[in-house]
């Protein structure tokens, strides 16, 4: 194999002609273009460059074994290796992510998913921190998800027995240690270089459930593997246009053994979310330079600038899923048990219940779709009073905007089987690893316990809609102590 | 023709003998000052002195052409233009103005509406700024206008049909690109010296409609000379009170190619613009000089404060119009279609449903007239809940405090055809000219197809009340991501 | 007459004999102890010094007048007074008030009420505004008066002959050229040397009624005397606890030709005003000095605390006023109308109309009585839904944070005949004496006339209940515009 | 008895040999520790060190006289003694304390129990601060306690006889002042050095009643002995888990003379205190060193992450306390009269009146304990609105949020018989010892009579519930006046 110089690769920069540097060697991408799930520019950007830092923090190494051999054209010369490495200063986002991880609390100091999420917005990469946090529009339905919670008062009971107190349920018939389970997250890579896997490991130490999101930094295959022997792992689906793609995504992950899956019906197109694509120009500024990075939200919320007003359809989902065509099909492709993840109204929980599937996620995506969509706790308050049946007829889970083991126990009061978490996961992992979601998981769990037990609960049934009240006043969260 | 000294045109500064220099020229203007729409006053404030700056900023030049050719009594003499210029030093807000231009940003960044108008207040003149985002008294309705939408909560529905989605439709049988009208807005010269002719040149590249306000800073021809061929222009009229004058007027711009007349009828007073009326003082104090000119709004409060609290009929628009007299008046001098602007009530819908008009604007003007009317959309709200049959009678708009596509897809789901938008043309074309007209409508077309989409909308059509419900609680708008 | 050393007159500090100092003269003051309507102690602080400040900030110069002739003991001797003089060097707060008073704004920038509180809280002394702002407890119900006007919006009516437009009433039969009083409110000489005078004279310029507190600054007569030939005042009544006593002040001051007795009945015993109470310590902090006067507020307070918490009853204000005994004893003793104020819930306006009052005033008296007593808007709403019948049976009047013209209206158009305002003409007065006052009534004349045009009303009779609706939101009111 | 040397003390720092040093005397706790209330670890933290500081500031001396004489070691040596104190310089925060206290202000200067609280704040150790204002997670209920009462207004009456106006009540029979009794609190010593017992003094005096806590700092015996002749002490109890224990506790307090038992029920298990929890590493922050002690709260909340989430037993509350076993247990093993403290809804206020006891205080016990229970106040609507029949059957309580007489007077109208008071009292004797104990009842009794007089009751039974009302807007109650 040739030694590349700088200079060389410099010369394909082009889509008709592209290649690309990782950890010091060259790749011709070319033909790979068209078939990257994330869009063409995605790569485009770095065409002729050095692309390692956006392809580590994103992808794991074994991505690029899926070019064939002859697009591997080999290493840059040391010469140029050299110059790219001397190349690269630490950035100021650099050098304030290495202060922040010497200031890092011990994890025993962490008693609160804030406490949790304080330390991860320390130690991110701005333009990781702008992906995970950012949501539609203003942030009004991130923001009211969490809300939502805090207008629900408890009835408490007392002088009952519970000293003996049981937090745990099945849900979809696996068994989980609390009524909380892992959210699928796309990207967990940029948070931990162990991204995903840091959750797999620290759902089997605690005994629950991790939903695996299609656009997971891991492959499939890799996440597996690490999951330890009888771990229950979900996938969340989002359905590629073209059915016979999708199928074969559905019937891998069903041989890989994951064991249900969540597919994702609130993401059609992408929403539009300010934060995320105005972080890399914040950063280009403060550096006064070419960014090192990009992180996906950016690159792909760059795309639907050029491909202008009409739209885009996400790339894995599907356009124009209807419940006549897809879910018979999706029954027709697997065994596995099938949620909804995206429902946001009651007509459509109802249609769900109709229309067979094992359960709903009512779920706005964490408030990073559709702005205004109703909060994921008023829907199920909805559900409750309008359509009380739909909650025996199928598992019904919520996510969004939950921080703590009360926001659990008021969701499961009204009848939902289980919860979500997204962001904890990703923010846990990336900050402390694995120790993290353990920590996390622990957190959640002592606070449930606490709760229930407060509460008048000694099991998960005892918990009903008579503990619960909505209130008509708005309580003021920002009281200090 | 003799040129002119400084100290010759001082000596004729009183309603008897008022001369003033505009561009280095002497006019003779004491005749002209009963005519002037805005009042004596406002010239007289400059009799006997330069006037060029405050003419410029509001009138086009062919303005002065219909001052009697012997009125044009000559130019300055050329030693006088000096100390004229020299006397002029850029004011600490000019210097302002400068700075702020050189750090605009790329049209690229400006993600939303509120970028943009951030890019707006930064290059106005100060009260260019307190003219545009003056509203009545402490501001309540203005901020409430914007504030009604977010009680509003959308009902997504999934699993439909939306990869074909058209946001296209007709506003009183006229293609709209998206249901949004740029409203009439006065004054657009104040913003960028193209003033109303940017949003014009805007909306044809776009294939939106504009309405031009009475007190445009163009004249009706210029405008429609500006547009392309085909565009639709309506026109948004204060009626005189002389009804022969006002005859002329509405002849004159249907003879021009008008398409509709929008009527006004929420500002038969000026409504008590504190922060406009005020703003002047604070340049003044601020330059601790005599003032380089006022906005136009300033002006005229000055004059009603002379004339007292017995009240101002503002020019142009007729007093006491009522529904058995103007409408029949208006009928019987166009064939255009008509609509009534500032609509504040469901009575009042009603009752211009019941005169035959063609279309009604809930509008408030912007929350600029009456301190404490309704918010536009709690009216349209009130309207489908007690009224709906008049939203299939006529053709029902609504103006005041949108900035977002989910705000416009809220209102179309209440049942309105179409939305108005006046400061935020104002604050695009200031800030970056026919650009940023366009990019505001870019903006607004991605914004509804993505909040359609995700409604499950493909369609105008398909909005409906049920998508869409007012909640009992107010979201948190400073939500930061 | 002797001349007296400060030596000997400091002998005489008790209440067996008590000798005071007031503009270098020595008063023995002894006997008149018992009969000083603001109690012993107030003067007791000032046994043996002298009381020149607190004198003459609170009493105008003939009340010394009633005092004996042998009780006046004459003069200090010169030396003393230069010992006394030399002692009061400028504080600091007097200093700040210079400087505030260099500052002041030109009248013509007053552009609402709100400006004119602002200059006056720049120029008054701490202690007086202490005073004159403060309100019981935390200003719950202080603040919530005005907030509840807040929370009422205009269904406005528009195509409405306007362009004649009268604001103009009667109350009790009396011409009023706008809606409104200036209610009584004591002490206005600590805001102004001229006090209550300035109010009593700038009505008379405006065509307006002025309510005389029974706690004037200047005796009754003298503000009679500064009458204009036919102006309307009203008195403020505190019944003494001592009938034959306050039959003595009623027929006064039908005498000297007060047009109707307002009988105050929610000051029973003094509320709660901690900022007043607190204000003098403040002083003393910031002075590190002894003070070198304190308000009638603060002083009263003192003896409150030293009488315990037994309770007060407040000099000139009657124990155990009632129904069956109070009103007909008034009615007995005087032929002017009767006005109760001081109601505050529907069931209390019921029985004052059934006991045959003229008129009655639902006030809480500003929020200084009693904390969280229910907001004088939402009493008069009450009254509207539950006993319409009431409002026109007597003239209901209402009081406590009117700040705009749209307040006014809003009263009105749910029933009231007109409203009072008390705080906004003492700092009217204080900030720019007569000029101050009619500036105000101008101000609220503009405000109403554009707020009943805008509204489609040409005269008060026009306002209506549906013109107004009480919305189930609050109005964020800090909106920057 | 042989001097000990610190180093052979610090030889002894296991469980299985765990010696401490207090006042420079040396003690065996080894066996001890298994019987310490507080659990073994608040020792173990100190084994073979000086825990003098955290000693003093929980328990009165007395307590190590319940050690065998055997375990009386004997001194240090007279150098290690002078090590020992030379070791401790004054840490930042106790230089803090010293500073605060020069500066607090004289008691007359206490206007309102938040001036109180306020000088409590700046004069307490900050372990101490958070151990007394913790509330559980984000402090939620204990915000919301307080605020409720902001929601409910008077319909004030007037013209009523009230100057003879009595504010005494009687509570299970015995007299009180003012509806107000002390509420129990724990360690009241780590804010003074004579604790409860500054409460018992000044409850003597004012005429009210004190409950005292399980958690005492002093013992039973001795806060009875330091009572007045005929004074009324209450009792709460914490079950211990063993009955028999739980027993002896009970008899024992009945025979040294408290006159009612208050059965707390809603902390049977402790809530989650994170200001509580965190405050130590604050402080160990801010020293850069071994902390000086700890408080209780710390401590336990150490040993409650080490037992892991399954849970702890807090000490003395005994676990599954029912209706059906612990009420009639407790009656068979006394006769005084049964208090339930901790009802949280109408449900169990039912059940607590059906079970035959005295009374119920409804009490959340003070937002400590369950997060988002709902608040005192809206219990007691509740109860009023639904079954109004419990308020006759049983004395009626409540705790929690109350900071003003105007609170004391709304609990009444709605129906509670007396309020308790906690946190106010260990602020008011940390502050000023017996003499803030008697100022806090001071003010609270002047405050209930003004509100009483101006609402038209002349006593407690005057007070109904028509003379209050839930109003549907939250007022502002951060308003400066």
Redesign the interface.
């Known amino acids: 194999m040739p030694l590349w110089t700088l200079e060389e690769v410099a010369q394909h920069s082009t889509s008709k002609s592209c290649w690309i540097i990782i950890q010091n060697h060259v790749y011709d991408v070319t033909e790979f273009l068209r078939e990257h799930p994330g869009g063409e520019l995605v790569i485009l950007r770095f065409a002729g460059r050095d692309a390692t830092a956006v392809y580590e923090s994103i992808h794991s190494p074994e991505v690029l074994e899926q070019l064939p051999p002859s697009k591997h054209l080999g290493p840059l010369s040391a010469s140029d290796i050299h110059k790219l490495s001397s190349k690269r200063d630490k950035t100021k986002d650099e050098q304030r992510i290495e202060e922040a991880a010497k200031r890092k609390?011990p994890l025993?100091?962490i008693?609160?998913l804030r406490d949790m999420e304080a330390v991860a917005r320390q130690t991110l990469a701005s333009t990781t921190k702008a992906f995970y946090?950012?949501?539609a529009?203003?942030?009004?339905?991130?923001?009211?998800n969490a809300?939502a919670f805090?207008?629900?008062?408890?009835?408490?009971?007392?002088?009952?027995?519970?000293?003996r107190?049981d937090p745990s349920t099945y849900i979809l018939g696996f068994k989980s240690s609390i009524p909380v389970f892992a959210s699928g997250a796309a990207l967990a890579k940029l948070g931990h270089p162990d991204g995903e896997i840091n959750i797999t490991k620290g759902a089997a130490q605690t005994g629950i459930i991790q939903m695996i999101s299609s656009d997971a930094s891991f492959s499939y295959d890799r996440i597996m593997e690490a999951a330890a022997p009888q771990q229950t792992l979900f996938f969340q689906l989002y359905k590629h246009i073209n059915d016979s793609f999708a199928e074969q995504r559905v019937r891998r992950v069903e041989r890989l053994g994951y064991k249900a899956i969540f597919l994702t019906?609130?993401a059609?197109?992408r929403?539009?979310r300010?934060?995320d694509?105005?972080s890399i120009?914040e950063l280009e500024d403060e550096e006064k330079g070419t960014p090192a990075y990009w992180s996906e939200g950016d690159v792909l919320e760059g795309d639907?600038?050029d491909l202008?007003?009409?739209?885009v359809?996400v790339d894995g989902a599907g356009?124009?899923?209807?419940?006549e065509k897809?879910i018979p099909w999706l029954r027709s492709v697997t065994k596995l048990p099938i949620v909804?993840k995206?429902?946001?109204?009651?007509?459509?929980a109802v249609?769900a219940a109709e229309a067979g599937v094992d359960g709903i996620l009512l779920s706005?995506h964490g408030g990073r779709?559709?702005?205004?969509?109703?909060?994921s706790l008023?829907v199920l308050y909805r559900l409750r009073q309008k359509r009380p049946d739909i909650l025996s007829k199928v598992e019904v889970y919520i996510d969004g905007g939950i921080t703590?083991g009360?926001d659990i126990v008021?969701a499961l009061c009204l009848g939902a089987k289980a919860v979500g978490l997204g962001r904890p996961f990703l923010y846990a992992q990336s900050a402390y690893g694995v120790a993290g979601v353990v920590k996390l998981v622990?957190i959640l769990?002592?606070?449930i316990?606490?709760?229930m037990?407060?509460?008048g609960a000694s099991s998960l049934d005892d918990l009903c809609p008579?503990m619960i009240?909505r209130?008509?006043?708005?309580?003021?969260?920002s009281?200090?102590?």
């Not at 805090?150 to 000293?163: C, E, I, L």
């Not at 356009?319 to 419940?323: E, F, K, L, V, Y």
């Not at 209130?471 to 969260?477: A, E, N």
Request: net charge negative.
């Open positions: 609390p025993q100091r008693l609160s946090t950012s949501a529009d203003d942030g009004i339905t991130h923001g009211e809300r805090s207008r629900f008062f408890f009835n408490a009971r007392v002088m009952r027995p519970v000293s107190c019906v609130d059609i197109v929403g539009n300010e934060r694509r105005s120009w639907m600038d202008g007003a009409a739209g359809i356009g124009d899923m209807t419940w897809t909804i995206g429902i946001q109204c009651v007509e459509d249609l706005n779709q559709l702005e205004y969509s109703m909060p008023e703590r009360t008021k622990q769990h002592r606070e316990l606490t709760a037990r407060l509460l008579e009240e209130v008509d006043w708005q309580p003021r969260l009281t200090k102590l």
